[in-house]
C-alpha cells in the first residue's frame, strides 16, 4: 500500500488545518488506520486512529480539538486539527495496518506558530 499524505503547512495558534492521506489501494477493509506525529528530539506518538468500523481514538492531548475520518469511496482518511497549539507542531505520518503489515506515508509538515 502507498500511502500520500498531504495538506500540512503554518498557521497561527488557534487555527485550523485538514490532512489527508489517499491510499493506493481499496481501504475498506483496512481495520487500523492512523495518524502519527514527530516533533523535533521527540518520540513519534500515536495522535488518531479510526478503524473499519468507525471506531476512533485520540491521544489526550488532542481530544475535542482533532477528527479523524475516513472516506472507503475515496480510499483517504483525514484528520482535521482545529485550535491549533504551537505544541501540535511537528511531521505528521499516515500509517495503515493490513494484516500483518504496516505502511507509512511520507510525512507532511505541520508548523503553528504562536
Known amino acids: 500500500v502507498q500511502l500520500q499524505a498531504s495538506g500540512g503547512g503554518l498557521v497561527q495558534a488557534g487555527g485550523s488545518l485538514s490532512l489527508s492521506c489517499a491510499a493506493s489501494?481499496?481501504?475498506?477493509?483496512?481495520?487500523?488506520m492512523g495518524w502519527y506525529r514527530q516533533a523535533p528530539g521527540k518520540q513519534r506518538e500515536l495522535v488518531a486512529a479510526?478503524?473499519?468500523?468507525?471506531?476512533?481514538n485520540y491521544v489526550d492531548s488532542v481530544k475535542r480539538r482533532f477528527t479523524i475520518s475516513r472516506d472507503n469511496a475515496k480510499n483517504t482518511v483525514f484528520l482535521q486539527m482545529n485550535s491549533l497549539k504551537p505544541e501540535d507542531t511537528a511531521v505528521y505520518y499516515c500509517?495503515?495496518?493490513?494484516?500483518?503489515?504496516?505502511?507509512w506515508g511520507q510525512g507532511t509538515q505541520v508548523t503553528v506558530s504562536s
Open positions: 500509517y495503515v495496518l493490513t494484516g500483518l503489515s504496516g505502511y
Open positions: 479510526i478503524t473499519s468500523s468507525g471506531t476512533t
Open positions: 489501494r481499496n481501504i475498506s477493509s483496512i481495520n487500523f
